[in-house]
């Protein structure tokens, strides 16, 4: 089986603009959850999707948001960028909601915000 | 205090020694997970544990759910051993994960 992609693998943008991350989860896995990782905060929980539902939101801003399609693949959106949005942005999927079932990463989108 | 507490933050050891990087936890949890990323980036899912203890080859993960604290144990370390453990919980009241701060594992040949 194909692992978990993620779609573009670095990105540059400036401030103030917005940007759309992709991530395909493995074939057969509905969950799908976005995490953000910065030098000074470490790993955070953005959002968890399943079955085209967002289930479940960690405490970002609204500038934060996501959505999944019937074929399980997932966009996070960011608009209004911010030097402090420059993170590693992770996804990882699942077959069943939640972490209680094991979680596949995918390679991550590193985004440079200038 | 964080939820999630890893120690130590920076291990250096010398290959074929043994490991142990701790986890403890505060809030009730479901299933606690460990985490290997290299760098670069990469997060590799190890265990996923409720209870007990596992073990898959040179690794071994237990966690007492009372004491809220979990290890993660590596039998004569190698140096692609190297990365960062990366200790994360999923708690009862929902199905987000909350993350240690990780520990830099340095094994020197």
């Known amino acids: 089986k194909a692992g978990v992609t993620q779609t573009p693998r670095y990105l540059i943008k400036t401030r103030g603009q917005q940007v759309t991350l992709s991530c395909s989860p493995i074939?057969?896995?509905?969950?799908v959850s976005w995490y953000q990782q910065t030098p000074g905060q470490g790993l955070q929980f953005l959002f968890e999707?399943?079955?085209?539902?967002?289930?479940n939101k960690g405490n970002f801003p609204g500038r934060f948001s996501g959505r999944q399609f019937s074929n399980s693949r997932s966009e996070m959106n960011v608009s209004t960028l911010e030097l402090g949005d420059s993170a590693l942005y992770l996804c990882?999927?699942?077959?069943?909601?939640?972490?209680?079932?094991?979680?596949?990463f995918g390679p991550g989108t590193r985004l440079t915000v200038t | 205090k964080n939820e999630v507490e890893q120690s130590p933050q920076n291990l250096t050891a010398q290959e074929g020694e043994f490991i142990t990087i701790n986890c403890s936890y505060s809030?009730?949890?479901?299933?606690l997970h460990w985490l290997q990323q290299h760098p670069g980036g990469g997060i590799v899912s190890l265990f996923m544990?409720?209870?007990g203890k596992k073990k898959h080859g040179r690794l071994i993960a237990t966690i007492n759910i009372q004491e809220k604290h979990s290890s993660l144990h590596i039998t004569a370390s190698h140096p692609r051993d190297s990365a960062v453990y990366i200790c994360?919980?999923?708690?009862?009241?929902?199905?987000?994960?909350?993350f240690g701060e990780g520990t830099q594992l340095t094994v020197n040949p």
């Open positions: 990882a999927s699942s077959s069943g909601q939640g972490g209680v079932y094991e979680q596949y």
């Open positions: 074939s057969g896995h509905r969950s």
């Open positions: 999707y399943f079955s085209e539902t967002q289930r």
């Open positions: 809030v009730g949890i479901s299933a």
């Open positions: 544990l409720s209870s």
């Open positions: 994360a919980v999923e708690e009862t009241s929902g199905s987000r994960l909350t």
